[in-house]
């Protein structure tokens, strides 16, 4: 498993730098292949700088985006303003990136001893604005996703052979906001796909950990895996009943049904008398 705290940097450079220069070679070899197709005269090295050129002022005004998330950044109860700001931003953002690329564009024909006419502002900058707020707000929905996965992944347990003492908290995310989960006020763990959930007197709190990861963290004492999908807190177990199939169902204090495996009840041995 990649530590992303660990390799942020490399990751975020990496992909962007791999994103652009995907799109640069791709629509540089449309363009030319659809001047050849129309036998319209163009120097092979034309669509990439115009490609290029946009991709580097992009890839500048990134940080730019970063920052200004950073002071307005979008929450549950707070994102009329972001949402305001952002999108008067996406205006300096294209006067910023059309401005940059003509200069580059300007220079590089220069010292390819030609001149570069980007044409009528008038008509131009409506157009490059068009595409500058599509992909101003595609940046902005890329930083948001990638603060989840770091945010998940600092949040996710420590492997098992990693432990030492047993958790005593953990951190949840739920509609925006970060919630710090005291595990013994934990009921019952349910497995979700790549993710647990955790029941407690509040509600429900999405945890990305495997159910074997939370096992192996959580006090034994305490917590028992009862099935490969649920764990239980033992002090919150109310009735365990045993069923046609041979396994059980366990009645939590909080009302909610648990199926049992049998595959599990040796180790509940000792701690629990049915």
Not at 145 to 165: G, I, S, T, Y
Not at 181 to 197: F, L, P, R, T
Not at 205 to 212: D, L, Q, T
Request: aromatic content about 14%.
């Amino acid at each position: 498993m990649i530590d992303l705290q660990r390799h942020r940097r490399a990751i975020e450079i990496g992909f962007w730098l791999i994103y652009f220069g995907a799109n640069v070679i791709v629509d540089s070899l449309s363009v030319i292949t659809e001047y050849a197709r129309t036998d319209r005269p163009l120097d092979s090295w034309e669509p990439f700088v115009c490609e290029g050129s946009s991709a580097i002022l992009t890839g500048l005004l990134i940080i730019a985006i970063a920052r200004l998330n950073q002071a307005w950044r979008f929450t549950v109860d707070a994102w009329r303003v972001p949402l305001f700001v952002h999108l008067f931003a996406t205006i300096p953002f294209s006067l910023m990136h059309v401005g940059g690329m003509i200069g580059l564009r300007e220079l590089v024909y220069s010292l390819m001893g030609r001149g570069y006419d980007f044409g009528n502002l008038f008509v131009e900058l409506p157009y490059e604005f068009r595409k500058d707020f599509t992909t101003y707000w595609f940046i902005l929905g890329v930083i948001y996703l990638w603060q989840h996965l770091r945010f998940l992944d600092a949040a996710r347990p420590e492997p098992v052979e990693n432990m030492q003492a047993p958790i005593e908290r953990l951190i949840a995310k739920k509609r925006g906001k970060e919630f710090v989960i005291n595990v013994d006020d934990i009921e019952w763990i349910e497995a979700a796909g790549n993710y647990a959930n955790l029941h407690d007197k509040e509600g429900v709190y999405p945890v990305r950990a495997s159910m074997s990861e939370l096992e192996g963290r959580l006090n034994k004492e305490r917590f028992a895996r009862v099935h490969r999908s649920y764990i239980v807190h033992l002090d919150c177990v109310g009735q365990i009943e045993p069923t046609e199939s041979g396994d059980y169902r366990i009645h939590m204090r909080d009302g909610a049904e648990i199926r049992f495996s049998r595959r599990y009840r040796s180790d509940l041995k000792g701690r629990l008398a049915f």
